[in-house]
């Protein structure tokens, strides 16, 4: 018997995107669409609507790229709902906020990772790809900022 494992490359990785701004949302989903192991599932504008696309799209995603400030809901609220509900699905908080308490809110509600929207066009798959095989990933310059001088 021959079973498929969700994380198995030669079968498209199931990606979900949030973020208020359509055209950013846009040009990421035509960036990950480049890969032909990435699959774009859905899209949402908010936090509300992508707990309901993940509550309707079966087999559910197995990745959230979500934006930390959308209305209504924003990412981190968003990201503490989907870690309750759907444990399994990793979360890739993209933001232009590199504050501390943004990233210790963001991995406080169970993010898997924290990409500045300044880094996406550099480490955007890296990040995914460190999700992807269970690990924790921060934008390098959040790294940086946080080693000893």
């Given at each position: 018997?021959?079973?498929?494992?969700?994380?198995?490359?030669?079968?498209?990785?199931?990606?979900?995107?949030?973020?208020?701004?359509?055209?950013?949302?846009?040009?990421?989903?035509?960036?990950?669409?480049?890969?032909?192991?990435?699959?774009?599932?859905?899209?949402?504008?908010?936090?509300?609507?992508?707990?309901?696309?993940?509550?309707?799209?079966?087999?559910?995603?197995?990745?959230?790229?979500?934006?930390?400030?959308?209305p209504n809901l924003g990412g981190?609220?968003?990201t503490s709902k989907i870690k309750?509900?759907?444990?399994?699905?990793?979360?890739?908080?993209?933001?232009?906020?590199?504050?501390?308490?943004?990233?210790?809110?963001?991995?406080?509600?169970?993010?898997?990772?924290?990409?500045?929207?300044?880094?996406?066009?550099?480490?955007?798959?890296?990040?995914?790809?460190?999700?992807?095989?269970?690990?924790?990933?921060?934008?390098?310059?959040?790294?940086?900022?946080?080693?000893?001088?």
């Amino acid at each position: 018997m021959n079973l498929r494992k969700a994380n198995d490359n030669e079968y498209p990785y199931r990606l979900v995107l949030a973020d208020d701004d359509s055209l950013y949302r846009l040009a990421l989903k035509r960036i990950l669409e480049e890969k032909s192991d990435l699959e774009i599932v859905g899209e949402a504008n908010d936090g509300f609507e992508l707990l309901s696309i993940l509550s309707s799209i079966k087999p559910i995603p197995q990745m959230a790229i979500v934006d930390i400030s959308m209305p209504n809901l924003g990412g981190i609220k968003a990201t503490s709902k989907i870690k309750s509900t759907y444990p399994g699905v990793k979360v890739l908080i993209l933001s232009i906020h590199r504050e501390k308490e943004y990233i210790r809110e963001a991995l406080a509600a169970g993010a898997d990772g924290y990409l500045l929207k300044e880094d996406a066009d550099t480490e955007l798959f890296s990040a995914i790809k460190k999700i992807r095989q269970g690990g924790i990933y921060l934008s390098s310059v959040l790294v940086k900022d946080r080693e000893p001088d």
